[in-house]
């Protein structure tokens, strides 16, 4: 199932991870466990016995408390917090509703740090203008205007003896 954020372009899908993906909302200082290796067709949970998936399943919740967890981010500790984080203007929107005010980013659709659903995000589609694969680039050297290989072409230019070329201060050869 793909589920698509209103407003953004970014796709998001399920994530079948054994650790959810809260990269953004901060990171951890020591590894969680790690379940052991399956074949590449197998899920990770399918050869395991109950009690050993629960323990090495994290949902969103007890990955961020998790006591190796660091959070980044401004995540609300009390109801205060949440009301200062609400989209509520005063100025703008009078006499709303009681659950109006408390409106968070999230429930409007909006992406911030937080994730709602055990998720991962998927890198948008490259849109190919006129559905043509050519790809242009620019220059990935800068050839120097002095190189001997940029002059016109001629019976006295310097590669037709190449590998030697005189002094200017006293015409003697030497190998360059």
């Known amino acids: 199932m793909v589920l698509k ?64 967890f660091v959070n980044h981010a401004n995540i609300p500790l009390d109801s205060l917090d949440i009301n200062l ?27 911030t740090f937080r994730r709602l659903r055990n998720t991962r995000d998927l890198s948008p589609e490259k849109i190919i203008p006129l559905k043509h694969p050519l790809l242009v680039g620019g220059l990935r050297e800068k050839a120097s205007p002095n190189s001997v290989k940029l002059m016109n072409t001629g019976p006295h230019t310097p590669l037709t003896n190449p590998g030697y070329s005189r002094q200017t201060g006293d015409g003697n050869f030497f190998n360059y």
Do not use: M
């Open 85 to 111: 984080a609400a989209q509520y203007n005063h100025s703008d929107d009078l006499f709303l509703g009681k659950n109006d005010v408390v409106l968070q980013e999230e429930t409007l659709g909006r992406s």
């Open 5 to 68: 954020e209103r407003e953004t372009s970014l796709k998001r899908e399920r994530n079948e991870e054994h650790i959810p993906c809260i990269d953004g909302e901060g990171s951890y200082r020591k590894d969680l466990p790690v379940p052991p290796k399956t074949h590449s067709s197998k899920r990770w949970s399918d050869s395991l016995p109950p009690n050993e998936r629960v323990f090495y399943h994290q949902t969103l919740s007890s990955a961020r408390r998790a006591a190796h």
